[in-house]
């Protein structure tokens, strides 16, 4: 039962401009390197044209001027802001969060990393993930999520990302991991997949998805690729039912965590639940897991709290993110700037990932905004 393709507009996709441009851009810092030291090996010229390209969506913008023309600006060059979202992000994510892109719940006394797995597990379990079964991560990252869920069940995994900086990255994790007979990543956009229809048993998406410039349009993309009976989990990112648009403050979270996460639309629940129905999907399982009630909140380590410190190793993660540690940060990057060590834009890219964080936190402590919208979403038909 093969869904027709979105009517959304897409990006003309261009694959060897992009791999022109990763070589040009990260070098050979894609090899080995990581997080700030990759940072500091960064072509000038070509860093130069991502943070152009980038921050033209969002310089000289605000919740209470923006139209809906931006936002349509911001929807037609999805792939290109996201691609250069993450041209500019990975190392930074990489140096101070790890290769699992994503948040998670957090019980008293867990340490981060298996609080991440343990997230990445849930999921796998809630979906029935199957060893041999054939899997597909819909914006994969650095492939942090699908080594532990390839390891957890067995399964075979393919990743998919619009971004060849982090499929190289993800490539080389894989294979040190001894796990690339079980995992390989394919570059391309996830609005238009480069799968026949009926390819997979399980597609998952972890935090990614709202990176789509319609949410309707890649739940019916995935739908295509999916096998009949076969399923589709996801932890969306989404604004809450509290969110109001006509309130002023509401709306700046909501450009804050856009503009900070390289997301050119995001939608309230009841759009993500819709647009699972549009797209086919028998919907088995939906809850926003950021609403269980947890001792620790999923943004404990974006805000520079120390009463959430559980141990003396979760200090460099919450120091980095007090007001001290931010402005350490800003100073040091700039000082690197300078002296033309790190690239001109280092600073801003780092300066709008403090907004992201502020913005995640408010959005999180006010309820307007969720990261883990869990949804388990079928196929119809016979396996
Ligand atoms: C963008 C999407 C859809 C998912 C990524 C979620 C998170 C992994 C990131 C959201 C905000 C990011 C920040 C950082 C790491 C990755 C995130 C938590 C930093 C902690 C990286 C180090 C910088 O100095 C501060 C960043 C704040 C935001």
Redesign the pocket.
Known sequence: MAAPRSTTQLEKEDLERDAAFKKALHGKTGEGRQGFTAMLGKDHGAQKEAVDEYFKHWDNKSSATETEETRKARRDQYATLTRH?YNL?TD??E???GQ????SRYSKGEAFRQAMARHEHYLALKMNIQEGQRVLDVGCGVGGPAREIVKFTGCNTVGLNNNDYQIERATNYAKREGLDHKLSFTKGDFMQMPYPDNSFDAVYAI??T??APSLEGIYTEIFRVLKPGGVFGVYE?LMTDKYNNDDAHHRAIRLGIEQ????ANMEKIEVALAAMKAAGFTLELNEDMADRPDELPWYW??SGDLRYMQSIWDLPTLA??TKIG?GL?HNFVGALESIKLAPKGTQKT?DS??L??DS?VAGGKEKLFT?MYLMVGRKPGKA
Do not use: K, N, Q, T
């Open positions: 979202y992000a930074l994510y140096y101070g969060w699992s892109f994503h948040f935090e990614a709202v990176h990112w900070g996460d390289g997301i380590p974006l980095r993110m931010r940060m780092a990932l403090a992201a964080a995640l990261p």
